[in-house]
């Protein structure tokens, strides 16, 4: 009885190993890579803005670069953006938003006073759009409008958290 209970134990053990397929083991560092691509991540509403003023920068200085050959509506269909410009009265009365109508007309006033003003960063009233705002050499006021949703398709892979 007990060689054929060992017997018994010795014939199940071999085939509970013999099922084991060990042959297709998972690589875990690659599963925890993918499992990290995977993962849902966050843009933080910090992020969003931080990237409208990177490329606002760039394509300030490429809208003042002298040897920049693209005219303004290249560089708009380019990046996918809105680009106005004029003096800030033409341009108060091209748009419709009450927040940046006020951001025009501060803008007016500070020019009128011959105040140095530095490039800003604006909400519209809604809050689905960003405008990097400057002056250029000639005075005239260029509105540089991002969609956030714009800017989360484009934004940084380091920057997602």
């Given at each position: 009885?007990?060689?054929?209970?060992?017997?018994?134990?010795?014939?199940?053990?071999?085939?509970?190993?013999?099922?084991?397929?060990?042959?297709?083991?998972?690589?875990?560092?690659?599963?925890?890579?993918?499992?990290?691509?995977?993962?849902?991540?966050?843009?933080?509403?910090?992020?969003?803005?931080?990237?409208?003023?990177?490329?606002?920068?760039?394509?300030?200085?490429?809208?003042?670069?002298?040897?920049?050959?693209?005219?303004?509506?290249?560089?708009?269909k380019q990046f996918q953006i809105q680009i106005?410009?004029?003096?800030?009265?033409?341009?108060?009365?091209?748009?419709?938003?009450?927040?940046?109508?006020?951001?025009?007309?501060?803008?007016?006033?500070?020019?009128?006073?011959?105040?140095?003003?530095?490039?800003?960063?604006?909400?519209?009233?809604?809050?689905?759009?960003l405008f990097y705002i400057f002056i250029d050499?000639?005075?005239?006021?260029?509105?540089?409008?991002?969609?956030?949703?714009?800017?989360?398709?484009?934004?940084?892979?380091?920057?997602?958290?």
């Amino acid at each position: 009885m007990k060689k054929s209970l060992i017997l018994t134990c010795l014939v199940s053990s071999i085939l509970s190993l013999h099922s084991c397929d060990f042959s297709k083991r998972i690589d875990t560092s690659a599963a925890v890579k993918e499992m990290k691509n995977r993962q849902v991540k966050r843009i933080l509403p910090q992020d969003i803005t931080n990237k409208a003023d990177t490329w606002g920068q760039e394509i300030q200085e490429m809208i003042e670069n002298p040897s920049n050959k693209l005219s303004l509506d290249s560089i708009s269909k380019q990046f996918q953006i809105q680009i106005q410009s004029g003096k800030a009265l033409a341009l108060k009365q091209q748009n419709k938003d009450k927040k940046i109508q006020e951001v025009l007309d501060a803008l007016d006033y500070s020019l009128s006073l011959h105040q140095e003003i530095p490039p800003s960063i604006q909400k519209n009233t809604v809050g689905d759009s960003l405008f990097y705002i400057f002056i250029d050499k000639k005075q005239d006021v260029i509105l540089l409008g991002f969609s956030k949703s714009q800017i989360v398709l484009n934004i940084d892979k380091p920057l997602i958290k």
